[in-house]
């Protein structure tokens, strides 16, 4: 795996302050000359659960702000620190930290060993195998202050380093999840990691490329340790022990019902942010309302007129995505199917009736049983063939996956399983099962999607209840069932696609309202152009950037809401 883009300018991306990583981890050692300050058990947040060795020979102290552990030469047993306390981190994730080297005069392969698992405990032993999902050894030349790492695969197996001198930032990066991760480095180059792979900066180096991890089917990972082993006699300091989560990708349009009991709320003509552009019926028999924060649709039995809501205000969705919502049915004593069609395609207006085939790229019905609450799906092809889902009951997330990209993309279930779809193809989930694979769409012509439609049919007699519409990209690393939060209050996305010529839309959510400055920069700091500055209410946006007459290269976007900031890497590529 190769940089796809080598930029002549480095900047470093892979830090806890790149825009949307958390760092749920994050321990310096500035605030005590007390080794026992750092841990506790169990551990408090930012803490150890212990520090410790087994026996003399080992010196455990705090020096200059670094953690330093002294080996004597011929010490012949252990010593460690780990977190045994879970960690919450996501499928995509890095650990970093700071190390030097010194006292080496003999060349030695695993002075100590770094392992990330789950179900650790505060020994002085190796973890279980089976608990451990990826290890790193750090090995010293007969060069003092020279140090490299060698990451492991299964046993004993898998890459040795170089070696590097004096104080190092080491960055570890680790994919659990079934997708392709693709990340920016220290480097500003922008690198690919698959499913079950790890990575190994050293400094501003790619050291150790695509390794395999030691346990691929090992999910669940929160715990590490770091475990020193017999005869060194060299003294390792540490600092700025850090586990960044590396981020999913926010919506590019997100309703939920929540926030007012007025239906009108919900829509205006050429919608806003996370808005409907039309809720609306053609006549008598429909009656639409907001109860305990959804959208209910009742419709009499013999109502012969249409109702429906549309966007049709262009949302900005990328070539594959998942459109996902909240769906309960009720008063169903008959079986029907079509009681309502979702239609997703571009060039659609706010009426009532179906928009010309020609533009709808994919269609999904919605069919009742006999069994009052029972529904399924009808994943349509072209015309009225398709795929008949089984029936469901109950409230349930009903995740459509579709793919206009032009290759197969992989993604992870709601279920946390790894899940192919073709291209011109769509999944439907219905809660954590696939009830409809790989269906082909109904115009695999069409592209440029930005609209959809949901119409409802005549003589049903049955109540409908909506909640929570995302459509999501399915960029690399992304899974249909991520949770999208944010500590500062918004999240600010990928722009994509990246990198851009010219043109490219950068998505950010903001979960409460505020003054938001959004603003594009050069490498020099110099301000490019300011592309939002004003009050917004919460809502999923989706401003363009056109880069047309700017040379290529490396843009800085930062979005600010109140006092907090983030911001993301964009390359320009002519």
Sequence with gaps: MTSRYLPIVSVLLLTGTTALAQTPFKLDFNQSADVSAYWATPAGPNQLDTIASEGSGTAISIDGGELMVARDQFVSNFAAFSRSTDIALTETFMFSFDLTVSGNTGAMDKTFLISLGNGFINDLNNPPSANRYARLGVNVSDVNGEFGIWAYTAGTAGVKTAFFTGKQTVRWVLNNSATTLTYLGPDGGTYTLASDKHDVWIGNTLAADEVDVAAPGLTGISDFKVLFYDDPGYTFRFDNLTFTNLPPVPPVFSQSFSGSADVDAYWSVGAGPGLFDSIATEGAGTTLSIDNGELVVARDQFVSSFAGFTRST???????????????????????????????????????????????????????????????????????????????????????????????????????????????????????????????????????????????YDDPGYTFRFDNFDITPLQVGTSVSDEKQAADGFVLGQNYPNPFNPVTVIPYRLDQAGQVTMTVYNLLGQTVTTLVNAIQPAGSYAPSFDATGLSSGIYLVRLQLGSAVQTRVMILNK
């Design 314 to 456: 262009d949302v900005p969705m990328t070539d594959a995505f998942v459109f996902s919502f909240d769906l309960t049915v009720s008063g169903n004593t008959g079986a029907m199917d079509k009681t309502f069609l979702l239609s997703l395609g571009n060039g659609f207006i706010n009426d009532l009736n179906n928009p010309p085939s020609a533009n709808r790229y994919a269609r999904l019905g919605v069919n009742v049983s006999d069994v009052n609450g029972e529904f399924g799906i009808w994943a349509y092809t072209a015309g009225t063939a398709g795929v008949k889902t089984a029936f469901f009951s109950g409230k349930q997330t009903v995740r459509w996956v579709l793919n206009n990209t032009g290759e197969t993309v992989t993604y992870r279930g709601p279920d946390g399983s790894s899940n192919t779809v073709g291209n011109d193809k769509h999944d439907v989930w219905i809660g954590n099962t696939l009830a409809a694979d790989e269906v082909d769409v109904a115009a695999p012509a069409l592209t440029n999607l930005t609209d959809f439609k949901v119409l409802f």
